[in-house]
């Protein structure tokens, strides 16, 4: 019983975090072309990002072992292995948005200065 409530905590984690993963593809393929110069390197990071975000929800998800013991609620045991996940998977964004906000910044500042100077 506790190995099929901690496989379903697995399977909910990886389905949230391939929907984020698919939510953010497009818009950060975008950005990424945009900072890194070229659809190749952006494609890499793309990949780089999508597999942070897809396993790091799911290293959270397995420090969290259910138990069932008597009187235990499958529901309630799935959702605080959830909520590891879920905390992995907001790491891995704001660390994400973190990188990218500093290399967005840096590119700005440095085409103002190109501006200035021509």
């Not at 597999?51 to 309630?76: C, H, K, R, W, Y």
């Amino acid at each position: 019983m506790v190995s099929i409530m901690f496989l379903a905590g697995l399977a909910v984690t990886m389905i949230i975090a391939l929907a984020i993963v698919g939510y953010l593809r497009a818009p950060l393929h975008g950005i990424l072309i945009e900072l890194c110069g070229n659809r190749e390197r952006a494609a890499f990071w793309v990949a780089f990002s999508n597999v942070t975000l897809a396993l790091l929800p799911l290293i959270f998800a397995m420090q969290f072992t259910p138990e069932a013991t008597p009187g235990t609620s499958i529901v309630l045991e799935i959702a605080a292995q959830l909520k590891w996940a879920l905390a992995g998977l907001l790491s891995a964004v704001v660390v994400l948005g973190w990188v990218l906000s500093k290399f967005i910044h840096l590119q700005s500042t440095g085409h103002q200065a190109l501006q200035k100077s021509a």
